[in-house]
């Protein structure tokens, strides 16, 4: 069993409020700058909260051939973000897809043949386009009490929505356009796991390609929440921080106490992990060896934060044992650090019980600069992490500076710090539903 | 040889009732479970019809205590959540609980909550800035406020089925969902087998559990004019492989299996009822309209399954087929396993019981799993119904209309999903 195959993390894509690519997220990490700030994709003066992380502006005529551009009309944002992400994470594997290929970027044959390129993209629960659906529903509806007519809808309403309309929203079409469009016919799968979903699709792809059902995979998870719906229903779970919507870039503040609640966002990540082997075989730059991954649950509830933790306790405890790895021997962790002051001591109280004896641990939270992107945060996570492993650099963890972590942790928290990163774990859960994770990765040196 | 996979427990909720012997008869007898929509006034939709659960009696099956704890459930983790309960039981673990809660997991193919279709048209409606043609995001955000419940928003969240089980059943190992459209719960019980065999788990719930039949889904699948529209005569509108099919019929419910390593289950006396011996998986990768007209996916998927199990196509006794009752995945499904099982291909049974249960979508690969475990048991293999009408492009058996008994020793279940997910596992009467 031990004779698995080892995998490599060789790319990293990222659609971040700092913008695409994981230079910009590296830079703004590093430049301790925010993305938070007022939500800007729609009218969002009736919220409780009314700033956000958005990721800027981008063509989606940039990150596919030319020949599927029609395709992407069909896409909610959150599948946007995610083919925008796997062109990202391709590009800095140096791996050639049909994609590229098809871009005239690069000249075939594809890097990996298609039979061995696998796919696990992790989505949320996509939101209708809300002002698409409602210019439906208002035609079959009394705008004085909202009754609605269903029998006006059957016979006529619908057809104002376009016939490929619920294809827009199907969680698994992140991963259908991505694989379309970079031609990966191995297993494709699609974790909603919410907030959980990043890290159990990058660790499920870790075990494709160490049971050998692939070479190659495309994995991590992209998710929206800037639109109203998604905005009104962390309202209404009581996750969004209000009071601050004048101090955007302050809003977000994991582990710190004093301030309750997280701030809604959109963003993608996308890993390229592969057979070691493979990868030296073409010559890739290799970020990190993958050599651990945990998963459990939250027993206690489906909703509600445990206060000991146990469901995380669980998951670093089998990502560590996954890597053979003694928690003395971590040197850098990456929390989830979401700002909801139950969550965020839920999440201390598991790192403290796993790590205990421990001080001064290096450590990141990258969601005091970016907010909550649900499903793509967790991935975006993981490539924060590989990149300071990779740099051998901690970088600032904006809003943190207050935190109250018992001495465990030692975020950086004005500029950037060198610390010698063998071995990095990044951790994540659902916060509505209760699955846990965490990811271990190494240090490659040949 | 890695760690072997048994099913030691199955428990579901359908169209046709919730008890597995009682539903097992009825398929055996042909019986179709499709009657007019009740959920929601469907007199006007192009598609009236659905396979809807009707006799779910939920408190009695996981008592008033789990009800209570689980009352503000979605309809499809409720259904989970009864399924889940007749598994654990018909394993042997309720009486007898396992020790260690981590090495106990859950991974679904769970979809997501219906939607609160009232509240949420209400504020559409009133938000609507006719004025300007626009979204007032303002107005809605108030008046949604005040109409969506809390609770129940978050219970749409897809991985709440299997949130809800694991709290249920106390299954503290890994906990995942998957969301492949059509394929899920076969991709959930193939992924959960390769978690047993690794021996990342022992035991894992594994299944799936869906529900569509509300306004927007039947609006959804309408629109794309995948559903059948025959409303005149909607009990046999279900018709996979027959010339005159027109689409699928939506159905709803749950069915969970309990995934068991073989030596944890020989160690506790529990009974063995099939080991699952294969696992393939793939990509289209072609459009996410329509299915690549080679079936290339589909064939590399069952190619794989068959490899992953040691086996080959001369082992396959029946094909539990996807079956949609699609023009399009009937044709090019017959023709994967025509490619794939070449002269054997006119000599394998198919059936698709989606002419009986119509479209249980995510939870459909369970459903059809635990049906190739009874037949594997009882050597009959269940019917493809309202099969009238030969065509052309579907020239196989489909063992039409009318059960057959037959030695079925290793049985193969399809599901295809819409982007072009396929997933096929193969499954083997137990032997030592």
Not at chain 1, 267 to 289: D, H, N, P, S, T
Not at chain 2, 368 to 384: F, K, N, Q, S
Request: proline share 5%; hydrophobic share 40%; charged share 20%.
């Amino acid at each position: 069993m031990k004779q698995e195959r080892r995998v490599v993390i060789t790319g990293c894509g990222v659609a971040t409020p700092f913008g695409l690519g994981i230079d910009r997220l590296w830079d703004g990490l590093n430049a301790r700058r925010s993305g938070i700030r007022r939500i800007e994709s729609f009218d969002p003066s009736g919220m409780a909260c009314t700033i956000g992380g958005e990721v800027p502006p981008f063509k989606m005529g940039d990150v596919v051939p030319k020949a599927y551009r029609k395709s992407t009309k069909v896409m909610a944002r959150d599948i946007e973000l995610a083919v925008a992400c796997a062109y990202e994470a391709a590009k800095d594997a140096s791996l050639k897809t049909r994609c590229m290929i098809d871009r005239g970027e690069a000249e075939g044959p594809p890097s990996v043949p298609s039979t061995r390129f696998g796919a696990n993209i992790g989505a949320g629960l996509i939101c209708a386009d809300l002002p698409e659906l409602a210019g439906a529903l208002q035609a079959c509806g009394d705008p004085g009490d909202g009754r609605f007519d269903l029998r006006q809808w059957g016979r006529e309403g619908m057809e104002s929505l376009t016939p490929l309309w619920l294809l827009k929203f199907l969680p698994n079409m992140l991963g259908c356009h991505v694989t379309i469009v970079h031609d990966a016919q191995a297993p494709s799968n699609t974790i909603t796991c919410g907030e959980a979903s990043g890290h159990l699709a990058i660790g499920e792809a870790f075990r494709t390609i160490a049971r050998g059902a692939a070479d190659v995979c495309i994995c991590g998870g992209a998710e929206s929440k800037m639109n109203p719906m998604g905005v009104l229903r962390q309202e209404l779970v009581g996750r969004l921080v209000t009071g601050h919507d004048d101090q955007p870039d302050r809003a977000c503040r994991p582990f710190d106490a004093s301030v309750d609640g997280t701030v809604a966002a959109e963003c993608g990540g996308l890993l390229i992990l592969e057979e070691l082997e493979f990868a030296r075989a073409r010559g890739a730059r290799v970020y990190a060896e993958v050599v651990g991954f945990g998963a459990s649950a939250n027993i206690a509830s489906w909703h509600d934060p445990e206060p000991e933790g146990t469901g995380i306790v669980h998951a670093l405890e089998g990502a560590l044992e996954d890597a053979g790895i003694m928690p003395a021997a971590v040197d850098l962790i990456t929390t989830f650090g979401v700002g909801c002051n139950a969550f965020d001591a839920m999440e201390l109280a598991a790192l403290t019980k796993v790590f205990r004896g421990r001080s001064n641990m290096p450590a990141v939270a990258v969601k005091g600069s970016m907010g909550n992107g649900g499903a793509g945060s967790g991935a975006v996570d993981v490539a924060a992490t590989a990149l300071a492993l990779h740099n051998n650099t901690v970088p600032p963890s904006l809003n943190t500076e207050t935190a109250d972590t018992g001495g465990l942790l030692k975020f950086a928290d004005a500029d950037p710090y060198d610390a010698r990163i063998n071995v990095a774990l990044s951790t994540a859960y659902a916060l509505s539903g209760n699955q846990t994770a965490a990811i271990i990765i190494r240090k490659y040196e040949g | 040889m890695s760690r072997r996979t048994v099913i030691t427990g199955m428990g579901w909720v359908t169209p046709l009732g919730c008890d597995i012997e009682q539903v097992w008869k009825r398929l055996l007898r042909g019986e179709s479970g499709i009657r007019l929509t009740t959920r929601f006034d469907a007199s006007t939709f192009p598609t009236q019809f659905s396979a809807e659960v009707k006799d779910l009696d939920f408190e009695a099956i996981v008592g008033p205590e789990l009800a209570a704890r689980h009352a503000t459930a979605s309809l499809n983790s409720r259904f989970a959540l009864a399924a889940a309960k007749m598994a654990w039981a018909n394993s042997g673990l309720e009486a007898d609980p396992p020790k260690r809660t981590n090495r106990v997991g859950v991974y679904f193919g769970g979809g997501e909550g219906p939607l609160d279709f009232t509240n949420f048209a209400a504020a559409a409606v009133c938000g609507w800035d006719r004025d300007n043609a626009t979204l007032d995001a303002k107005k809605w955000a108030g008046i949604a406020r005040a109409k969506l419940d809390r609770l129940r928003e978050l219970e749409q969240d897809p991985n709440m089925a299997a949130s809800h089980v694991a709290c249920m059943l106390r299954a503290q190992g890994p906990n995942l969902n998957t969301l492949t459209a059509c394929a899920a719960s076969t991709q959930a019980m193939g992924e959960a087998t390769c978690i047993i065999r690794r021996g990342d788990a022992d035991i894992m719930i594994s299944g799936g559990t869906h529900s569509m039949i509300h306004p927007l889904g039947t609006t959804g699948f309408n629109r794309l004019t995948a559903l059948s529209t025959r409303n005149d005569a909607y009990e046999s509108a279900s018709r996979p492989f027959d010339r005159t099919r027109d689409g699928f019929v939506l159905g709803e419910g749950s069915a969970i299996i309990i995934l068991e390593e073989l030596e944890h289950a020989r160690a506790r006396g529990a009974n063995v009822l099939a080991e699952i011996v294969g696992y393939g998986s793939t990509a289209d990768a072609f459009r996410i309209t329509d299915i690549h007209e080679t079936g290339r996916g589909a064939i590399a998927a069952m190619r794989l399954a068959i490899e992953n199990a040691g086996l080959t196509i001369n082992d396959i006794d029946y094909i539990n087929a996807h079956g949609t009752g699609t023009e399009e995945n009937d044709k090019i499904e017959t023709l994967a396993i025509r490619s794939l099982f070449g002269d054997r291909a006119t000599r394998v049974p198919i059936s698709s019981v989606k002419s009986m249960m119509g479209h249980l979508i995510a939870a459909a690969g369970a459903m059809e799993m635990i049906t190739c475990v009874l037949a594997i048991r009882d050597g009959i293999i269940p019917p493809t119904i309202n099969y009238e009408n030969p065509d052309p492009n579907c020239d196989l058996d489909y063992v039409p209309n009318k059960a057959r008994p037959a030695k079925v020793e290793i049985a193969l279940s399809n599901s295809f999903g819409f982007g072009g997910q396929n997933d096929t596992l193969v499954v083997r009467r137990f032997k030592d």
